[in-house]
């Protein structure tokens, strides 16, 4: 009988593993494009994911890269996708060198979307 217990709480146990690791949520991967222009300031691109609700409405940020000599990266600008996972963002920097950020989120009960950040683009 202390046996048969022992195999029925082994079983179990290697269950409930089995089934934490099936439930942990995996991102869905997406990447994010930055171009600059064609007016002076203007930040423009895409969210681009497999899964529809990755791209609409998510929070964009600007970011211009200022080297070690200079200070910390900064934030410039912040934006919302639109339903197809473009963003414009007018801003009044007009040189220097950035990158576009999207933060990992939790877009709803089970599924969440990587975070992404762009290919630099500098100007000036």
Not at 11 to 38: D, E
Not at 57 to 70: A, E, L
Not at 89 to 112: C, D, F, H, N, Y
């Amino acid at each position: 009988m202390k046996r048969s217990t022992s195999l029925i709480t082994a079983i179990l146990a290697t269950l409930a593993i089995g089934s934490a690791g099936a439930t942990a949520q995996q991102p869905v991967g997406n990447f994010i494009t930055l171009h600059l222009g064609p007016d002076g300031g203007l930040f423009r691109g895409a969210v681009k994911s497999d899964v529809l609700e990755c791209i609409a409405d998510r929070k964009v940020r600007i970011v211009i890269i200022q080297g070690p000599s200079v200070g910390p990266d900064m934030r410039v600008a912040k934006g919302f996708t639109d339903e197809r996972g473009h963003y414009r963002i007018q801003t009044t920097q007009t040189s220097g060198t950035w990158i576009a950020k999207v933060k990992r989120e939790q877009v709803e009960p089970g599924l969440v979307c990587a975070g992404a950040i762009s290919k630099r683009r500098a100007a000036g």
